[in-house]
């Protein structure tokens, strides 16, 4: 089984930046893509940012300006700066990959809190 590892979330003040990073285990035949989803409490999973194969990027309208993504091919990473972060970026971030024959995989989530 593909594993995908998080790493980077924790608490941040409003107006702050944090960097989530993931890393696959092995390499993904097939691999389409890769980006970030994110879940709040009592809201559902929506995307924050998706990058294909290609380069082309899929902003999630909340945080398109303020966070970007970007892929290292060659390892399978993805990485996530965020930037001027508000208490409504709160939420559990999930990594994930699509391969080609609808494959997906996620990674176990890592949760970041925007609080004063």
């Known amino acids: 089984q593909v594993q995908l590892v998080e790493s980077g979330g924790g608490l941040v003040q409003p107006g702050g930046s944090l960097r989530l990073s993931c890393a696959a285990s092995?390499?993904?035949?097939?691999?389409?893509?890769m980006g970030w989803y994110r879940q709040a409490p009592g809201k559902e999973r929506e995307l924050v940012e998706r990058?294909?194969?290609?380069?082309?990027?899929n902003y999630g309208d909340s945080v398109k300006g303020r966070f970007d993504v970007s892929r290292d091919s060659a390892k399978d990473t993805v990485l996530l700066q965020m930037n001027s972060l508000t208490p409504e970026d709160t939420a559990v971030y999930y990594c994930y990959a699509r391969a080609f024959g609808e494959r997906d995989y996620w990674g176990q989530g890592t949760r970041v809190t925007v609080s004063s």
């Open positions: 092995r390499s993904i035949y097939g691999l389409n893509g």
């Open positions: 990058i294909a194969i290609g380069g082309s990027i």
